[in-house]
């Protein structure tokens, strides 16, 4: 066994083998539990407003009885949800999940086409819409089969200041582009309404549906994963078995600066610590920079999570480093690759080493995370598989490849989903008939047990028959001096079939093509060096400040074709 699983023998102590998913019916049992021993402790805060677990109790009981008792949805209905990180989102989150409701995340910042594609999808019959993004829905919602919309504002539930940040939105930021959505009703009054009704408890079982989370939007038309509570369950006690003893119970306070509607946070931010009755701090809009570091240095945290443009950006942002740090014992990266030159300005800054880990969203999303024991140190890999989760690399044909052979990573455990909503045919593509998922990811397991990803399978570049993967272009090109950000695709040539461009943005504006090249040099071989450097102000990124190398690609197809 030990043979085929090498990972084992490097388990930190204490970690075990397999988790028991029978420990939790569902996860509104993992929330009943949490409401019930943490009562009194702080759960969410937003814009310096916090709800204890009591409170969050109260509130999303009468959302749910407001769902059930005066819309008259059932179990199994599918309800979007469309706002960033206020407390109004965990509230309308677990109200739905108790309810029995399957919840479908969606992204705030999707335009009209994306936003229609989801409601009818998903067929979802309501939704909870923040101001800001109702005129979206305004546009879309006649076409869809949408027939209750609850909206909110972004301070609705913070009290007197949150009178003056919603004039501010709207009056003195003119955030809330003009909507008409004659028959929605305010949050708060649904919150009232349902404070009249009984909370529901419908029977939920490991198999049914918690979660519709919309994935492959940037590699065409977006597929709804679903995912169980047997599956949240899993990665809920996975990850934190894996984490042991450096979580302590009713003491965390986490940053959540990704959106709770993007799985990562979902899942680790919201769920994970919730069952430890950690404090999640929800970070309404991470890309106001000093906004976001000013609040930081008026909380004492204990953990944080990001993608390495987060990390990046904030390592750069003025008086980030007069925060105190010393509270800070886990920092999470994941959702993209970790380059080593942030991870390390990271550590040196804050003292605590940046942990990288691994998953997608097909998988709950948690499938590898680094050791978490003192002295760790960033490795370059994204870590071992976590308890009760295989891994194996695999050819195109699904064979299992040998230990340090390169080839697909796949990914098997009871965090996997049940499927894509409604599609069979793109099901069976990724998901093999004994239960591996395929990640278009391409990596490689040592002796260890440790995996590293080589690349995506759609994003390697051929120069002359080698292999060049990006990761390694951007990573080097990270380490030269004054670069901020960088993206790298293959683009065509006529001698070697493609060669390496790099998108560039400068931290400091005196770097030239020339200095860079030169850099490039000493570090990369010839056919792996960058033949086209482009200079950008910035780089287009997902919602979660992933760098899309897809639309750089694009956008020279598209100007190829003129």
């Given at each position: 066994m030990s043979n085929q699983r090498p990972w084992l023998s490097h388990y930190p102590d204490g970690v075990p083998e397999e988790i028991d998913i029978n420990q939790y019916s569902s996860v509104v049992a993992v929330l009943d539990e949490a409401f019930e021993r943490y009562r009194q402790r702080v759960a969410f805060t937003n814009f310096g407003k916090g709800l204890t677990y009591g409170e969050i109790d109260k509130l999303s009981a009468q959302f749910a009885g407001y769902l059930t008792g005066e819309l008259k949805l059932s179990k199994g209905d599918r309800i979007a949800i469309m706002m960033p990180n206020v407390l109004q989102y965990p509230i309308a989150l677990f109200g739905a999940l108790r309810a029995g409701m399957i919840v479908v995340n969606t992204n705030p910042l999707y335009t009209a086409r994306e936003l229609k594609h989801q409601l009818i999808d998903s067929d979802a019959q309501a939704i909870v819409v923040l101001d800001n993004f109702a005129a979206t829905l305004q546009q879309v919602v006649a076409e869809t089969g949408v027939k209750h919309i609850i909206t909110t504002g972004t301070g609705d539930l913070v009290g007197l200041k949150g009178a003056v940040i919603n004039f501010v939105v709207k009056h003195v930021k003119k955030m809330i582009p003009p909507y008409q959505l004659p028959h929605a009703v305010r949050f708060e009054e649904a919150l009232r309404r349902g404070a009249s009704h009984p909370l529901p408890k419908p029977t939920v079982v490991h198999d049914d549906v918690a979660f519709l989370q919309y994935t492959g939007g940037t590699t065409g038309v977006a597929k709804g994963a679903m995912l169980t509570h047997g599956n949240m369950i899993a990665n809920m006690l996975q990850a934190g078995a894996w984490f042991g003893s450096k979580i302590k119970p009713g003491e965390e306070t986490i940053i959540t600066a990704l959106p709770l509607y993007h799985i990562f946070a979902l899942t680790c931010n919201c769920f994970i610590f919730l069952r430890f009755g950690g404090r999640s701090v929800?970070?309404?809009?991470?890309?106001?920079?000093?906004?976001?570091?000013?609040?930081?240095?008026?909380?004492?945290?204990?953990?944080?999570?990001?993608?390495?443009?987060?990390?990046?950006?904030?390592?750069?942002?003025?008086?980030?480093?007069?925060?105190?740090?010393?509270?800070?014992?886990?920092?999470?990266?994941?959702?993209?690759?970790?380059?080593?030159?942030?991870?390390?300005?990271?550590?040196?800054?804050?003292?605590?080493?940046?942990?990288?880990?691994?998953?997608?969203?097909?998988?709950?999303?948690?499938?590898?995370?680094?050791?978490?024991?003192?002295?760790?140190?960033?490795?370059?890999?994204?870590?071992?598989?976590?308890?009760?989760?295989?891994?194996?690399?695999?050819?195109?044909?699904?064979?299992?490849?040998?230990?340090?052979?390169?080839?697909?990573?796949?990914?098997?455990?009871?965090?996997?989903?049940?499927?894509?909503?409604?599609?069979?045919?793109?099901?069976?593509?990724?998901?093999?008939?004994?239960?591996?998922?395929?990640?278009?990811?391409?990596?490689?397991?040592?002796?260890?047990?440790?995996?590293y990803i080589v690349d995506r399978k759609k994003d390697m570049i051929l120069v002359s028959?080698?292999?060049?993967?990006?990761?390694?272009?951007?990573?080097?090109?990270?380490?030269?001096?004054?670069?901020?950000?960088?993206?790298?695709?293959?683009?065509?040539?006529?001698?070697?079939?493609?060669?390496?461009?790099?998108?560039?943005?400068?931290?400091?504006?005196?770097?030239?093509?020339?200095?860079?090249?030169?850099?490039?040099?000493?570090?990369?071989?010839?056919?792996?060096?960058?033949?086209?450097?482009?200079?950008?102000?910035?780089?287009?990124?997902?919602?979660?400040?992933?760098?899309?190398?897809?639309?750089?690609?694009?956008?020279?197809?598209?100007?190829?074709?003129?």
């Amino acid at each position: 066994m030990s043979n085929q699983r090498p990972w084992l023998s490097h388990y930190p102590d204490g970690v075990p083998e397999e988790i028991d998913i029978n420990q939790y019916s569902s996860v509104v049992a993992v929330l009943d539990e949490a409401f019930e021993r943490y009562r009194q402790r702080v759960a969410f805060t937003n814009f310096g407003k916090g709800l204890t677990y009591g409170e969050i109790d109260k509130l999303s009981a009468q959302f749910a009885g407001y769902l059930t008792g005066e819309l008259k949805l059932s179990k199994g209905d599918r309800i979007a949800i469309m706002m960033p990180n206020v407390l109004q989102y965990p509230i309308a989150l677990f109200g739905a999940l108790r309810a029995g409701m399957i919840v479908v995340n969606t992204n705030p910042l999707y335009t009209a086409r994306e936003l229609k594609h989801q409601l009818i999808d998903s067929d979802a019959q309501a939704i909870v819409v923040l101001d800001n993004f109702a005129a979206t829905l305004q546009q879309v919602v006649a076409e869809t089969g949408v027939k209750h919309i609850i909206t909110t504002g972004t301070g609705d539930l913070v009290g007197l200041k949150g009178a003056v940040i919603n004039f501010v939105v709207k009056h003195v930021k003119k955030m809330i582009p003009p909507y008409q959505l004659p028959h929605a009703v305010r949050f708060e009054e649904a919150l009232r309404r349902g404070a009249s009704h009984p909370l529901p408890k419908p029977t939920v079982v490991h198999d049914d549906v918690a979660f519709l989370q919309y994935t492959g939007g940037t590699t065409g038309v977006a597929k709804g994963a679903m995912l169980t509570h047997g599956n949240m369950i899993a990665n809920m006690l996975q990850a934190g078995a894996w984490f042991g003893s450096k979580i302590k119970p009713g003491e965390e306070t986490i940053i959540t600066a990704l959106p709770l509607y993007h799985i990562f946070a979902l899942t680790c931010n919201c769920f994970i610590f919730l069952r430890f009755g950690g404090r999640s701090v929800l970070i309404t809009n991470p890309r106001d920079m000093p906004a976001f570091v000013k609040e930081l240095k008026s909380i004492r945290f204990t953990a944080i999570t990001g993608v390495n443009t987060l990390f990046n950006g904030l390592l750069n942002t003025p008086g980030f480093d007069e925060i105190d740090f010393s509270p800070l014992r886990m920092s999470f990266g994941g959702g993209m690759a970790v380059q080593r030159a942030v991870a390390e300005r990271w550590e040196k800054l804050t003292g605590c080493a940046l942990i990288e880990g691994y998953g997608m969203t097909e998988s709950s999303p948690v499938a590898t995370i680094n050791p978490m024991v003192d002295g760790a140190r960033f490795n370059g890999s994204i870590g071992l598989p976590i308890p009760s989760t295989s891994i194996s690399i695999q050819d195109e044909d699904g064979k299992q490849l040998a230990l340090g052979e390169v080839g697909e990573i796949c990914i098997q455990g009871p965090q996997v989903m049940k499927g894509y909503w409604n599609q069979p045919g793109e099901t069976a593509k990724v998901l093999s008939p004994d239960g591996w998922l395929r990640t278009g990811d391409i990596g490689r397991i040592d002796d260890s047990g440790f995996v590293y990803i080589v690349d995506r399978k759609k994003d390697m570049i051929l120069v002359s028959g080698f292999n060049v993967y990006p990761n390694e272009i951007e990573d080097i090109v990270m380490k030269c001096p004054g670069v901020a950000e960088v993206a790298a695709i293959g683009i065509p040539d006529e001698h070697s079939g493609e060669v390496v461009k790099i998108f560039v943005v400068r931290k400091d504006p005196a770097l030239t093509e020339e200095k860079l090249k030169e850099y490039c040099r000493e570090n990369l071989t010839g056919y792996k060096r960058p033949k086209v450097i482009e200079f950008r102000d910035a780089l287009p990124k997902s919602n979660v400040g992933k760098i899309l190398r897809r639309e750089l690609r694009d956008e020279k197809k598209a100007v190829a074709a003129h």
